[in-house]
């Protein structure tokens, strides 16, 4: 368990170094809301700091000598992010309501150390527990809301402050809302969270190293989810950011991630291809084999298509979608310009029409920001729905924009678009290309750290310097049009 868990996300959600440079320009853009930020992050970044900090009545800061500091008493602590008896403690209370989001999960403080309960899905004998409360100071208790979705609801449906022109906070915004779009979908009810991202073990597994009987269901500690990109920073950089898990370890969590994106996330297929009159039309078709939005979480995500159309001689005669070698969309209006963004397309008719899945935050004047605390509401969100996602009926913090609420072909389960392109003089056969790209960090979510002198953005535009932000390809397919 532990050395799956060793290279996770979650395992190193305080070693993220786009998470440092993140909190880093918050607090330096907003220093009057220095404590807000901190806090709201240190819940879920540094949870098991956190609780220490609250219970003994100390400061919960993780920057200027907090948390993140090597001198502060809860440093080794903090960096732990999240494991093994944070979440196993969570208390069933309140589940999938509004007061247990945001990180507002419940832990007993009451009970004394060595008696504090840990939760598990499988029954422990009185023998058994007496062992383990030897060697651990935890009683395990069987109770199954460990493999429900509200157990990570709590930290995984995020609502951030945001401030108006006064810096006055005035509201709140779904950051994240994985869990509520996943509730909209089919996949409600009978494949939670878990079922996805941590995958079943082939048969029993003895989860414990004092002994026991094998237990079966047993679900694996990898956590797997998207991000690639910080798995190729912790392999790059990984001894400077004082990781505990080996480069094996953060080898194969990569493999595993790729394994979701590109075998579990999406697929697409092509329809009604056709040629007449020097008119090349298809149609795209996409679809979301995910729980929940694609992509979800925190808004710097992104996907999109990647079409390329090729003459009988092999040349590039259309493209939409390309990038350049610093994770830049050709074609995209946000990267071009961080206060205009790409709308949501129906039809493709040039290279500038490029379909990208993605939200984009606007603050109270309705223009484009990239800081958090800024971000009032979505200018843009036409991510990919789950299956059985009605959007007409969706809560206004999860329901798509006005552009893919009005497209009849973006529902539940995916999108459809067509594409049309007059090949002039070219000569088929032509042969027709899409991918859908996906990226971790979006081209102006790293821009953005330029504008902030700090250590932590500095540090990570180094790190960017050496590793390329390379989109991962998460569905492909390819079909040959004759005239």
Known sequence: IDSYWRATMMANAARDSYWQASVSIETTNLPQHAEVIE????????????????????????????????????????????????????????????????????????????????????????????????????????????????????????????????????????????????????????????????????????????????????????????????????????????????????????????????????????????????????????????????????????????????????NVIFESGGYTDDGRIIGDDHDDDAAQFEPHHTVILSPDDVQIYQSIMGDVNSEATGILLRGAGYLKDNRLLPAGFDKEAAHPDIRPDEGALADANFVGGGDRLMVSLNTGSAEGPFEVSVELLYQTLSYRWIEKLRDFDTAESARFLDYRETVPNTPVVIASVMESVSP
Request: proline residues 5%.
């Open 39 to 314: 806090d709201k992050c240190a819940l879920c970044h540094t949870p098991l700091a956190h609780f220490s900090a609250v219970q003994a009545g100390a400061s919960t800061r993780l920057l200027e000598g907090g948390f993140l500091s090597a001198e502060h008493p809860q440093h080794t602590l903090a960096l732990d992010g999240n494991s093994c008896t944070l979440c196993h403690q969570i208390e069933e209370v309140a589940f999938g309501e509004p007061e247990s989001f945001s990180g507002h999960y419940t832990i007993d403080a009451e009970q004394p150390a060595g008696e504090r309960l840990n939760y598990s899905r499988f029954a422990v004998s009185e023998q058994g527990a007496g062992i383990m409360q030897g060697a651990s100071g935890f009683i395990p208790v069987q109770s199954m809301h460990m493999a429900q979705a509200e157990l990570c609801a709590t930290c995984h449906t995020l609502y951030t402050p945001y401030v108006d022109d006064t810096a006055t906070i005035v509201g709140e915004f779904p950051e994240q809302t994985p869990y509520l779009e996943w509730l909209g979908s089919a996949y409600a009810g009978n494949t939670p969270c878990q079922g996805c991202h941590m995958p079943q073990a082939d048969g029993a597994v003895v989860t414990s190293l004092t002994g026991g009987e094998p237990r079966e269901p047993f679900f694996k500690h990898t956590f797997v989810g998207g991000n690639t990109y910080l798995m190729d920073i912790f392999l790059a950089h990984g001894a400077e950011m004082d990781v505990t898990a080996s480069s094996e370890q953060f080898a194969f969590t990569r493999e595993q991630t790729l394994v979701q994106l590109q075998e579990r996330a999406a697929a697409l297929s092509l329809e009604n291809v056709g040629f007449a009159d020097s008119t090349l039309a298809f149609n795209i078709v996409v679809e979301n084999r995910a729980g929940h939005k694609l992509p979800t979480g925190f808004p710097s995500r992104r996907a999109w298509l990647h079409i390329t159309v090729r003459d009988s001689a092999g």
